[in-house]
């Protein structure tokens, strides 16, 4: 069955500090990965997907097949960063599968 | 145009009356997914359609749940009986590529 993990429900980190939260998935198929985050009082938007390599807001996001990871890090927590955060696999549109969620909290 | 719209923003209804939601997409995007979501959890897949037909409504709980898109824009969940445990908030979301999805910002349902 597809399952994701994110171990983490809640996150707490200074500002300044790094941020990883972890996501590890179990998927057939070779799956996209995506990073949504919501924001307080805002609607659930992407923060990045594996494919495209990018860094959004100094988020990077690094899949390992091997071990069927896909970790989001930043090296310098903001206090605008503190969210909720899904890791979701896509495998194409179908089944598609979010994980618990995790909330960063990034303390002044 | 603008982003994914859901009618109404809140419902409150009684336990055994039918609600009807709505989703109303970005113009022009092909995929439609709709998501239930409990407080404290991540969005749970209920079914997804491209254009007007549903491709996959493997997630709907049972048949008291049902959706629609007839003209592959706008579309309709609909929950008849209600039930306490139906109590969460319903996420839409589109896609025109079938990848990055843009959500709605819900319609928050309760059960009395």
């Known amino acids: 069955a597809q399952r994701v993990t994110q171990p983490e429900k809640l996150l707490s980190v200074f500002k300044g500090a790094p941020v990883e939260l972890k996501c590890n998935y179990s998927?057939?198929?070779?799956?996209?990965l995506f990073w949504y985050v919501q924001y307080s009082r805002q609607r659930l938007q992407l923060l990045l997907r594996h494919i495209s390599r990018e860094s959004i807001k100094g988020f990077t996001a690094d899949l390992n097949k091997g071990e069927t990871s896909f970790h989001l890090k930043k090296p310098f927590a903001q206090e605008e960063d503190s969210a909720m955060y899904y890791c979701?696999?896509?495998?194409?549109?179908?089944?598609?599968?979010f994980g618990p969620g995790t909330r960063l909290s990034v303390l002044p | 145009g603008a982003g994914v719209s859901q009618s109404p923003r809140y419902k409150v209804t009684k336990r055994g009356q039918d609600v009807a939601l709505r989703c109303d997409p970005i113009?022009?995007?092909?995929?439609l997914y709709w998501y239930r979501q409990a407080l404290g959890q991540g969005p749970e897949f209920l079914t997804y359609f491209n254009y007007e037909a549903q491709q996959d409504k493997s997630g709907l709980p049972n048949d008291r749940f049902s959706a629609e898109r007839p003209e592959g824009s706008i579309s309709t969940l609909t929950i008849q009986r209600t039930e306490q445990r139906d109590s969460a908030m319903y996420r839409c979301?589109?896609?025109?590529?079938?990848?990055?999805?843009?959500f709605g910002p819900g319609t928050r349902l309760t059960v009395t």
């Open positions: 979301a589109s896609s025109s590529s079938g990848s990055e999805q843009y």
């Open positions: 979701a696999p896509d495998n194409y549109g179908q089944n598609f599968v």
């Open positions: 113009s022009g995007h092909v995929s």
């Open positions: 998927y057939s198929g070779s799956p996209e």
